[in-house]
């Protein structure tokens, strides 16, 4: 899918302009939990980061690690993941209006744009009185890789 189109380069350097124009100190634990999700295709949960992001600062701390998670997606340049079994995870946050494919088995993520819900979206609202704004949907199961094991 845009896997392959991403360039990791770019997405790191963009996510620390943002957080330096912003007044935000890039102290060294803050920068290697970047590191770890900027360069990630898989949604990563805070434990995930915390082990990867700890081989390169040994000394880091899981506070840390939620601090900075929390300023990440404030400025909405990562995004949460909500899995099946209520648990939750953090992947580079996307432009535009796409929705999230995630495998259930390797944790892969990728995207796609567009969506037929405006027929489901009208009747829903004409059924509930509700004045519909935005949807959030995301697809769950198993990528080309895992599928095929
Ligand atoms: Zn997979
Ligand atoms: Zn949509």
Partial sequence: MNESK???EDRRENW??????RGYRLTEPRQVVIDVLAYSSRALNAAEIYDSARKKYSSLGLVSVYRTLEKLEELE???KVHHPDGCQSYIAGFTGHQHLLLCNECGLTAFFEGDDLVPLIDNVSSDSGFDIQDHWLQFFGLCSNCKSV
């Fill in 6 to 8: 991403i360039c990791y």
């Fill in 77 to 79: 340049l990562i995004q």
């Fill in 16 to 21: 620390i302009d943002s957080l330096r124009s």
